[in-house]
């Protein structure tokens, strides 16, 4: 960014972004937008991709910062993509008109969307939330598994809770494979972040509920009253399950009765079971129209 950029930022004038056709691999702006791949540069840069003209469309719709919209020739022309370049370059972002195995050298897949957008990361931190009465929040202990942390966020979101509590050292929410999971819910769907102590401190303040789940938990879920009183549900890490600390804090140690062979369910399928449970009776099918 040049002086006068900087001025023009300073002074809450957006400078109008710009429009680049590229086709090489070896383009510096290139390299720069693969290098979105691997965490350290996403960390570095603040920002994260996100694939497919729906995704942008949506993102830009809930006033999430667009950097840098990518799309193949093969959307030139094409009248849903032209509005969402118009959109980028009036809030400042760039449009770079690409080719395809430029598209998918940047997102690393074959058959890659036609459309991706580089977005600014955004986080919340823990003091900032205060659950009100009938809100879920789901706090993950050290999720590893990108799928699950995707899944997990478009569940959440489909379940109507308010947040995802990331706790202790995480898989990235911002990885390629965790926005393709969230399928768009990361968009709408708040992510916190705090380490475990951060996370006991504040639960000390909380005077909802806290739902852990454990395979040792003697409460069956469907007995607990979760109604009229905010609510956090906490899981434990795929691996090693709620470590002692975290499963303390806890109000009540929640079971979800299994038969079978299987010693436990998958951490994203236990939390949609709980979900949908807590928050039971506040979905409602629309009636038909
Ligand atoms: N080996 C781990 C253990 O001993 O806890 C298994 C962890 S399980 C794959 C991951 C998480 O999913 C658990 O920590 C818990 O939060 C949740 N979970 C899985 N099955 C559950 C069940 N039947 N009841 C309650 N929670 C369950």
Same mark, same amino acid.
């Given at each position: 960014?040049?002086?006068?950029?900087?001025?023009?930022?300073?002074?809450?004038?957006?400078?109008?972004?710009?429009?680049?056709?590229?086709?090489?691999?070896?383009?510096?702006?290139?390299?720069?937008?693969?290098?979105?791949?691997?965490?350290?540069?996403?960390?570095?840069?603040?920002?994260?991709?996100?694939?497919? *003209?729906?995704?942008?469309?949506?993102?830009?719709?809930?006033?999430?910062?667009?950097?840098?919209?990518?799309?193949?020739?093969?959307?030139?022309?094409?009248?849903?993509?032209?509005?969402?370049?118009?959109?980028?370059?009036?809030?400042?972002?760039?449009?770079?008109?690409?080719?395809?195995?430029?598209?998918?050298?940047?997102?690393?897949?074959?058959?890659?969307?036609?459309?991706?957008?580089?977005?600014?990361?955004?986080?919340?931190?823990?003091?900032?939330?205060?659950?009100?009465?009938?809100?879920?929040?789901?706090?993950?202990?050290?999720?590893?598994?990108?799928?699950? *942390?995707?899944?997990?966020?478009?569940?959440?979101?489909?379940?109507?809770?308010?947040?995802?509590?990331?706790?202790?050292?995480?898989?990235?929410?911002?990885?390629?494979?965790?926005?393709?999971?969230?399928?768009?819910?990361?968009?709408?769907?708040?992510?916190?972040?705090?380490?475990?102590?951060?996370?006991?401190?504040?639960?000390?303040?909380?005077?909802?509920?806290?739902?852990?789940?454990?395979?040792?938990?003697?409460?069956?879920?469907?007995?607990?009253?979760?109604?009229?009183?905010?609510?956090?549900?906490?899981?434990?890490?795929?691996?090693?399950? *709620?470590?002692?600390?975290?499963?303390?804090?806890?109000?009540?140690?929640?079971?979800?009765?299994?038969?079978?062979?299987?010693?436990? *369910?998958?951490?994203?399928?236990?939390?949609?079971?709980?979900?949908?449970?807590?928050?039971?009776?506040?979905?409602?099918?629309?009636?038909?129209?």
């Amino acid at each position: 960014m040049n002086k006068q950029d900087d001025h023009r930022r300073g002074s809450g004038l957006v400078r109008p972004g710009r429009v680049k056709e590229v086709t090489s691999l070896t383009n510096p702006i290139v390299k720069d937008l693969r290098s979105l791949a691997i965490k350290k540069f996403r960390d570095q840069q603040g920002v994260f991709l996100a694939e497919g *003209l729906k995704l942008v469309i949506d993102a830009l719709d809930l006033g999430w910062t667009i950097k840098t919209l990518v799309y193949s020739k093969a959307g030139k022309g094409n009248s849903l993509v032209e509005p969402v370049a118009v959109r980028t370059i009036a809030k400042g972002g760039d449009v770079l008109e690409v080719s395809e195995k430029v598209i998918a050298a940047i997102t690393r897949r074959d058959n890659p969307q036609m459309v991706v957008g580089v977005f600014e990361q955004k986080v919340q931190s823990l003091p900032a939330i205060k659950p009100q009465a009938n809100e879920v929040y789901v706090a993950l202990d050290r999720v590893r598994d990108p799928g699950n *942390l995707g899944t997990i966020i478009r569940t959440a979101d489909a379940a109507g809770a308010k947040g995802v509590i990331l706790i202790g050292d995480t898989t990235d929410p911002f990885s390629l494979e965790t926005i393709r999971a969230t399928m768009g819910s990361v968009f709408a769907m708040p992510i916190i972040r705090a380490t475990e102590a951060e996370f006991l401190s504040w639960r000390k303040g909380f005077s909802g509920l806290v739902v852990g789940t454990h395979l040792k938990g003697a409460v069956d879920y469907r007995t607990i009253p979760y109604a009229n009183r905010p609510v956090v549900l906490l899981m434990g890490n795929e691996q090693q399950g *709620l470590p002692d600390q975290l499963a303390s804090s806890c109000d009540q140690l929640a079971r979800i009765p299994q038969e079978g062979r299987a010693d436990s *369910l998958n951490l994203a399928i236990a939390t949609g079971v709980m979900l949908f449970e807590i928050r039971r009776d506040a979905l409602k099918l629309a009636p038909d129209v």
